[in-house]
């Protein structure tokens, strides 16, 4: 079994996982996984669609059953105490759970007494909230009338009104649009800096680029753990970018030319590994060239997170 713990003491360790498995029936969701995360560090957890890191954050949360292995979250243990960690940490689940017929204010209240909110310290922690969240003046707004970017800033709000010491965040800025993402980022950043420890999983990877470790989950195994810097030097091969029309076809003509090993969409351009090729750009050219593609531009480029997550996810398939 891999562990990919660092080597710091257990008080250093907001979260240390050993082994951890979660069975559906015969299917293995999350399998037999380890690691750790620091205190003050935001942790960023990386998956396609379905493969484990919801039902990971839901079993160390203490709100899911563990079926093997153990896991520590703030010193408690996930199985024998689980009411303690509910206690010290913050859960923003993916489909979050805010009372659309509730006001801002009624739903700070609401999470105030969900978790045990001192009635004397309440009035401080709301005026934070609302402060950090840019929602002061706002408390009567209905939250079914907020947009969703402001929706997540509340939502956020009503999971840390506790000041919890971890906080679990699953795909928090999902459909959010991008000034608004970056605004509850730097509600993440302040907080990190304040000692919080941040677990968060996303699908973009520009935030990705902005958490200090990360771990990526492929069916229910860690398949990279480290810093964004060095989960990029994972790709050792060489790769290409190219800008041309009909990119589909590109692609597809590409893939046939023996010099690349894979090709594929990166946003409007694409991607492209050609192994320990070098100089391929004219080779590059002239295979759309006779496919009748034009070639706008082809440069060799360094990875990038996204290139790092395919080529893996492409390593795992074919089982290398
Ligand atoms: N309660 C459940 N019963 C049976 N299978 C489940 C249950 N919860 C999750 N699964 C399965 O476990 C696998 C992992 O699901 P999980 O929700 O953890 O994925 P995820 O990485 O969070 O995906 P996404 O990026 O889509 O949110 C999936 O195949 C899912 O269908
Ligand atoms: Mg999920």
Redesign the pocket.
């Known amino acids: 079994m891999k562990n990919h713990g660092s080597n710091n003491s257990q008080k250093d360790r907001a979260i240390i996982v050993t082994g951890l498995t ?1 069975k ?2 015969d ?1 293995i ?2 399998d037999n996984i380890s690691f750790d995360v620091k205190r003050g560090e935001i942790f960023g957890f990386l ?12 079993m160390l949360c203490g709100v899911m059953d563990i079926t093997g292995g153990s896991a520590n979250v703030a010193n408690f243990d996930v199985s024998k105490q689980p009411e303690e960690i509910k206690k010290r940490i913050g859960y923003m689940s ?1 489909k979050f759970s805010l009372y659309q017929d509730l006001t801002v204010n009624e739903n700070l209240t609401f999470y105030g007494g969900i978790y045990n909110v001192p009635h004397d310290i309440f009035p401080q922690r709301r005026r934070e909230i609302l402060a950090m969240s840019g929602l002061s003046g706002r408390e009567n707004e209905l939250t079914a009338n907020l947009s969703v970017g402001w929706r997540q800033r509340l939502a956020l709000g009503c999971a840390i009104i506790h000041q919890p010491e971890i906080i679990f965040l ?2 928090p800025t999902a459909g959010v649009d991008p000034i608004s993402r970056r605004r509850f980022w730097e509600m993440l950043y302040d907080m990190a800096n304040k000692g919080t420890t941040l677990f968060v ?1 996303t ?1 973009y990877m520009e935030e990705a680029e902005h958490c200090h470790r990360l771990g990526f ?1 492929y069916q ?1 195994k860690i398949i990279a753990f480290d810093t964004p810097k060095n989960i990029k030097k994972l790709i050792t091969e060489n790769l290409y970018m190219i800008v041309c029309e009909n990119k589909e076809k590109a692609v597809a003509v590409l893939e046939k030319v023996d010099i690349v090993d894979t090709a594929y969409i990166y946003g409007s351009i694409i991607h492209l590994n050609v192994g320990a090729r070098q100089d391929v750009a004219d080779a590059l050219t002239t295979a759309l060239k006779s496919a009748n593609i034009p070639c706008k531009q082809v440069e060799l480029i360094k990875p990038s997170l996204e290139d790092v997550f395919v080529s893996l996810i492409e390593k795992q398939e074919s089982g290398l």
């Open positions: 979660k559906f029936g299917f969701a999350v998956g396609p669609n379905g493969s484990g890191k919801s039902t990971t954050i839901r993916q699953d795909e999983t699908h989950i229910g």
